[in-house]
Nanobody, 130 residues
Framework: QMHLVESGGGSVQAGGSLRLSCVASQFHDYKNCMGWFRQVPGKEREGVAFIEFPGYGIYYADSVKGRFTASNDNAKRAAFLEMNDLKVEDSAKYYC???????????????????????WGEGTQVTVSS
């Protein structure tokens, strides 16, 4: 059973930065897709960014392109999401998730893709104030 430990998040003013981290206890398969979804109460969960382990594929939602940067440390099974120029609309609970035995695809940014992700973190709150 894979466990995901998330850290980062918090409260910041618009224009500020935060960094999210997600570490997997283990990988069962050679290829994995790790990323973040976010959710606001009353709305559907949406894909934000995804990064491959190993591999080089990184995918971003249009709403965060140019502001968020995903990176990883394959040896540590860790992924990071650097969030810059944060906007009020970025406020949400961010969930780390892993899709085992598979790569990341553009479709994971679309609604309904969360069913492809087997392992989930508990989520971390990001609050951006104006």
């Amino acid at each position: 059973q894979m466990h995901l430990v998330e850290s980062g998040g918090g409260s910041v003013q618009a224009g500020g930065s935060l960094r999210l981290s997600c570490v997997a206890s283990q990988f069962h398969d050679y290829k994995n897709c790790m990323g973040w979804f976010r959710q606001v109460p009353g709305k559907e969960r949406e894909g934000v960014a995804f990064i491959e382990f190993p591999g080089y594929g990184i995918y971003y939602a249009d709403s965060v392109k140019g502001r968020f940067t995903a990176s990883n440390d394959n040896a540590k099974r860790a992924a990071f999401l650097e969030m810059n120029d944060l906007k009020v609309e970025d406020s949400a609970k961010y969930y780390c998730a892993v899709r085992p035995d598979g790569w990341c695809y553009e479709r994971h940014l679309k609604k309904g893709s969360e069913s492809e992700f087997t392992y989930w973190g508990e989520g971390t709150q990001v609050t951006v104030s104006s």
